[in-house]
């Protein structure tokens, strides 16, 4: 069964940091590119940054840039996503979802074979 699961969200003061991982199982993640959403309350599902499956190369909308950061361990099977700095506005239900390689900026493209993961940042 193909799955993407999601861990190591919870709630932070803001400016602290959080590492979230994504397992997959079914797939090796080598073979895709990794994007992160988030879903804020009242507010869209939206990809913020992503990893892609060739040279690791790695992309973030601007309101993350240098803060967040994406990698991947293919000997783990893992995703993880680095979040420093965190703001309140950045609460929200965290999800993995994987792309075929050069469909990275497609948001049709990406499958969410996970739950999510809450991240809460307040004080």
């Known amino acids: 069964q193909v799955q993407l699961v999601e861990s190591g969200g919870g709630s932070v003061q803001p400016g602290g940091s959080l590492r979230l991982s994504c397992a997959a199982s079914g797939f090796t993640v080598d073979h895709y590119s990794i994007g992160w959403f988030r879903q804020a309350p009242g507010k869209e599902h939206k990809g913020f940054g992503f990893?892609?499956?060739?040279?690791?190369?790695?992309w973030y909308e601007d309101s993350v840039k240098g803060r967040f950061t994406i990698s991947r361990d293919n000997a783990r099977n893992t995703v993880f996503l680095q979040m420093t700095s965190l703001k309140p506005e950045e609460t929200g239900v965290y999800s993995c979802?994987?792309?075929?390689?050069?469909?990275?900026?497609?948001?049709?493209?990406?499958?969410?074979w996970g739950q999510g993961d809450q991240v809460t940042v307040s004080s």
């Open positions: 990893i892609s499956s060739s040279d690791n190369s790695t």
């Open positions: 979802e994987a792309a075929p390689p050069g469909h990275e900026c497609q948001t049709a493209a990406y499958a969410r």
